[in-house]
Nanobody, 122 residues
């Protein structure tokens, strides 16, 4: 059974930085793509970033490009999301997600963490 546990969310001021972590267990981490999604107040959950199984390719939603960086450590079965230049509109619950494929296809993520709250104050 795949388990994902996020950490790192907190209250931060506009322009600040945070690094989210997600520890995975239950299967061979290095075989599958990982990703981050978020759900803001009154909004639907949206794709934020994804990374292939090897870590060699990444994908971002347009509004975070240049500010967020997804990375992974396959030896530690952990995926990260470095968030810089945070804005109030980045406020959301951030979810770690795992795919059953090695490539990034947002519609194929099927395993989810419990979420971690990120709040950006203006």
């Amino acid at each position: 059974q795949v388990q994902l546990v996020e950490s790192g969310g907190e209250l931060v001021q506009t322009g600040g930085s945070l690094k989210l972590s997600c520890a995975a267990s239950g299967r061979t981490f290095s075989l599958y793509a990982m990703g981050w999604f978020r759900q803001g107040p009154g909004k639907e959950r949206e794709f934020v970033a994804g990374i292939t199984s090897s870590g060699g390719s990444t994908r971002y939603t347009d509004v975070v490009k240049g500010r967020f960086t997804i990375s992974r450590d396959n030896a530690k079965s952990t995926v990260f999301l470095q968030m810089n230049s945070l804005k109030p509109e980045d406020t959301a619950v951030y979810y770690c997600a795992a795919s059953d494929l090695p490539i990034v296809l947002p519609q194929t993520y099927k395993y989810w963490g419990q979420g971690t709250q990120v709040t950006v104050s203006s």
